[in-house]
């Protein structure tokens, strides 16, 4: 059975960190664009990160680029995101999706997770 399962969501914070992983089952991950997306409520769904399965090059949203960081272990079949100096705007439901033929956020995904929320509050 295809899965992946998103993990490390939370409250933190403003200027907390978090780190989000992406674990598959069911398929390799290593042939994947691997995407992070998030929603938050009464917004529509944005992409925050991806990293390609070519080269592993990585692309942020501008929103989260120098705070975001976006990793692969295709020994632990995962993908991890870390979340530095986090803001009450990143609050959201975080989502990982992989896709088989893509390499950007606009690109179709074929198999997404259940999300996991990440609420930054004081």
């Known amino acids: 059975q295809v899965q992946l399962v998103e993990s490390g969501g939370g409250l933190v914070q403003p200027g907390g960190s978090l780190r989000l992983s992406c674990a598959a089952s069911g398929f390799t991950l290593d042939y994947y664009t691997i995407g992070w997306f998030r929603q938050a409520p009464g917004k529509e769904r944005e992409g925050v990160s991806c990293i390609t399965a070519s080269d592993g090059s990585t692309y942020y949203a501008d929103s989260v680029k120098g705070r975001f960081t976006i990793s692969r272990d295709n020994a632990k079949n995962t993908v991890y995101l870390q979340m530095n100096s986090l803001k009450p705007e990143d609050t959201a439901v975080y989502y990982c999706?992989?896709?088989?033929?893509?390499?950007?956020?606009?690109?179709?995904?074929?198999?997404w997770g259940q999300g996991t929320q990440v609420t930054v509050s004081s």
């Open positions: 999706a992989a896709a088989l033929y893509g390499s950007s956020l606009s690109d179709w995904y074929d198999y």
